[in-house]
């Protein structure tokens, strides 16, 4: 069973930049694109930003030039470097991966357990 573990969430003060990574664990055969989402609450969760296995990147337009995605596909791990946090930032942010555990299968979403991520004013 693939696992996805997400760390670096925390307390920032607007302004202020956080990292979190998100590393995937298990069998894996191949991992195609990663993306991170944010939630709050009584909201969907959105999409903030997504890498291609071949590194092509897209980004929520509120996040562009503040955040970047980046992978490390030996490790299995994705990364969201956040600067210039705003107190809108403040989620719960979730990790997904689309993981083949083998080639006798296709690709199926993997999430994890979600980071919380709070900017103050």
């Known amino acids: 069973q693939v696992q996805l573990v997400e760390s670096g969430g925390g307390l920032v003060q607007a302004g202020g930049s956080l990292r979190l990574s998100c590393a995937a664990s298990?069998?894996?055969?191949?991992?195609?694109?990663m993306g991170w989402y944010r939630q709050t609450p009584g909201k969907q969760r959105e999409l903030v930003a997504v890498i291609t296995s071949g590194g092509l990147t897209n980004y929520a337009d509120s996040v562009k030039g503040r955040f970047t995605i980046s992978r490390d596909k030996a490790k299995n791990t994705v990364y969201l470097q956040m600067n210039s946090l705003e107190p809108e930032d403040t989620a719960v942010y979730y990790c997904?991966?689309?993981?083949?555990?083998?080639?006798?299968?296709?690709?199926?979403?993997?999430w994890g357990q979600g980071t919380q991520v709070t900017v103050s004013s």
């Open positions: 298990g069998v894996i055969f191949s991992i195609n694109a």
């Open positions: 997904n991966m689309g993981v083949r555990e083998s080639s006798w299968y296709g690709s199926r979403d993997v």
